[in-house]
T-cell receptor
Framework: GDSVTQMEGPVTLSEEAFLTINCTYT??????LFWYVQYPGEGLQLLLK?????DKGSNKGFEATYRKETTSFHLEKGSVQVSDSAVYFC???????????FGTGTRLQVFP | NAGVTQTPKFQVLKTGQSMTLQCAQD?????MYWYRQDPGMGLRLIYY???????DKGEVPNGYNVSRLNKREFSLRLESAAPSQTSVYFC???????????????FGDGTRLSIL
């Protein structure tokens, strides 16, 4: 069945460092791909999405490109801030379905 | 902007007790979902409702029941709580009505449930 694999955390960075969180997927057909962020004590918020191959999703300085050839959707940010500390979830939604399949989440900790 | 509202935020139960978690959305969304979040396992779908009057099982439905009371409300019931059901429960909603699957889901802040 469809699945999502994320790099294990925590990822610990200093402020202004470059961030990459790896995400790969297995799916039949042409899924849509999402990154969600969860701040402490809160629910998940949509960060960005891409619905077809080579699409780039972006928001708040974060970017991810839908790479069908490598089945990947890695999250990147050029300069992280302390306020970016959160848990990041990669997810996919299969074609012709409205159900999300989540990865296990990656905790990011950014220190001043 | 309320979005998705879940009640209660915290609850402690004893094994064997029953409880209903409430969820309401004010975005006129068609689809609603219940997930549980456990350490190291991400979010797993318990039940979902593609439209008012319909419900379907997700990945981990055992021990739970749901009711789609109307378009706004979707409740999750534990009939006889077990320690394995200790988790954080999230409700979500989306515009999707089996449209091809790229509508994002909007989440509530969660219910933290402990079963002793």
């Amino acid at each position: 069945g469809d699945s999502v694999t994320q790099m294990e955390g925590p990822v610990t960075l200093s402020e202004e460092a470059f961030l990459t969180i790896n995400c790969t997927y297995t799916a039949t057909g042409y899924p849509s791909l999402f990154w969600y962020v969860q701040y402490p004590g809160e629910g998940l918020q949509l960060l960005l999405k891409a619905t077809k191959a080579d699409d780039k999703g972006s928001n708040k300085g974060f970017e991810a490109t839908y790479r069908k050839e490598t089945t990947s959707f890695h999250l990147e940010k050029g300069s992280v801030q302390v306020s970016d500390s959160a848990v990041y979830f990669c997810a996919l939604m299969g074609y012709n379905t409205d159900k999300l399949i989540f990865g296990t989440g990656t905790r990011l900790q950014v220190f001043p | 902007n309320a979005g998705v509202t879940q009640t209660p935020k915290f609850q402690v139960l004893k094994t064997g007790q029953s409880m209903t978690l409430q969820c309401a959305q004010d975005m006129n969304h068609n689809s609603m979902y219940w997930y549980r979040q456990d350490p190291g396992m991400g979010l797993r779908l318990i039940y979902y409702s593609a439209s008012e009057g319909t419900t379907d099982k997700g990945e981990v439905p055992n021990g739970y029941n749901v009711s789609r009371l109307n378009k706004r409300e979707f409740s999750l019931r534990l009939e006889s709580a077990a320690p394995s059901q200790t988790s954080v429960y999230f409700c979500a909603s989306s515009e999707a009505l089996r449209t091809g699957g790229n509508q994002p889901q909007h989440f509530g802040d969660g219910t933290r449930l402990s079963i002793l």
